[in-house]
Nanobody, 126 residues
Framework: VQLQASGGGSVQAGGSLRLSCEVS????????MGWFRQAPGKEREFVAT?????????YYGDSVRGRFSISKDSVKNTVHLQMNSLKSEDTAVYYC???????????????????WGQGTQVTVSS
């Protein structure tokens, strides 16, 4: 699975951005797509995930729940992360990731995802 992330940029606090992750290669109904982020000097943090099967259920990290929304476009094989009400603490490099046969308890750990995109920078100024 190859992943290509795009859509990052600079925005003022309170603004919005939409990230996209184009997926190519072999995927299946057991593939789970996720977004993580890493700020300078910090560990990589879980942001959101969406199950390809399981009715497309979505899960979010505590710091973004209610502001961010993950979705998938099955026709274009793309996953989006809509980010609203952005804060300065959302500044980070955002990575999309794909994992196979993940169970709920494993979606929060980056080590369970086998494929990663190159990362896209999001900068929020206050």
């Amino acid at each position: 699975v190859q992943l290509q992330a795009s859509g990052g940029g600079s925005v003022q606090a309170g603004g919005s951005l939409r990230l996209s992750c184009e997926v190519s290669g072999r995927t299946s109904s057991t593939t789970t797509m996720g977004w993580f982020r890493q700020a300078p000097g910090k560990e990589r943090e879980f942001v959101a995930t969406i199950f390809r099967g399981n009715a497309g259920r979505t899960y979010y990290g505590d710091s973004v729940r209610g502001r961010f929304s993950i979705s998938k476009d099955s026709v274009k094989n793309t996953v989006h992360l809509q980010m609203n009400s952005l804060k300065s603490e959302d500044t980070a490099v955002y990575y999309c990731a794909a994992g196979d046969r993940l169970i709920l308890s494993s979606i929060y750990n980056e080590r369970n995802y086998q494929s990663w995109g190159q990362g896209t920078q999001v900068t929020v100024s206050s």
